[in-house]
């Protein structure tokens, strides 16, 4: 029971490039979501899911699209790689959507020169 | 929006002093949530409080939801070094959980 895990641990990009950030949970979660954490702003919620094939906005989803084609698997993309997307990214996935404790991959550690 | 602020950011203490981080919303909450996060790692659910001036304890961990259910405390009885760590709460107000801006604690021996 691997929990939450996030592809890839650390990546570096150029502005203007593109990647996926791979999410995977083996815990038969409905909901799953992306956030980003930046010193001294807590975790930002950027997209999240209430199931497969569904997705919506949270708090700073520009820049970002997301897919849940599978139930276990929620990625997120970056079409166009910006300095100010320089973040540590973390997935998490829970029963329910507010009233239920999230559990959260380790993280991606994204840099963009 | 609704908005959530922890206070104070950041806190050092000596090893066996007591700490304590204040959590504000600006909106009434259904309840609030607590997560750890330990340097280099994830966040970890800690515990959740529904009840209007509920207070639950965990070990030397205590946590109160006020009367009004728009903030929340967690105070650390006799700080040791495993304490180190990011603590944030995360209010669940319209639906939506959103968390605070963390409170940073480091613990000298």
């Known amino acids: 029971n691997a929990g939450v895990t996030q592809t890839p641990k650390f990546r570096v990009l150029k502005t203007g490039q593109s990647m996926t950030l791979l999410c995977a949970q083996d815990m038969n979660h409905e909901y799953m979501y992306w956030y980003r954490q930046d010193p001294g702003m807590g975790l930002r919620l950027i997209h999240y899911?209430?199931?497969?094939?569904?997705?919506a906005k949270g708090e700073v989803p520009d820049g970002y699209n997301v897919s849940r084609l599978k139930k276990q698997n929620f990625l997120l993309g970056l079409e166009s790689a910006a300095p100010s997307q320089t973040s540590v990214y973390f997935c998490a996935s829970s029963y329910g959507l507010s009233s239920y404790e999230q559990y959260f991959g380790p993280g991606t550690r994204l840099t963009v020169t | 929006g609704q908005q959530v602020m922890q206070i104070p950011q950041y806190q050092h203490v000596q090893e066996g002093e007591d700490f304590t981080t204040y959590c504000n919303s600006s909106t009434t909450l259904s309840n609030i949530q607590w997560y750890k996060q330990r340097p280099g790692g994830h966040p970890v659910f800690l515990i959740q409080?529904?009840?209007?001036?509920e207070v639950k304890k965990q070990k030397r961990l205590t946590f109160q939801f006020g009367e009004a259910k728009k903030n929340s405390s967690l105070h650390i009885t006799a700080t040791q070094t495993t304490d180190v760590g990011t603590y944030f709460c995360?209010?669940?107000?319209?639906?939506?959980?959103?968390f605070g801006t963390g409170t940073r604690l480091l613990v000298s021996p």
């Open positions: 409080l529904v009840k209007s001036g």
């Open positions: 995360a209010g669940v107000g319209f639906q939506k959980l959103v």
């Open positions: 899911s209430v199931g497969e094939g569904t997705t």
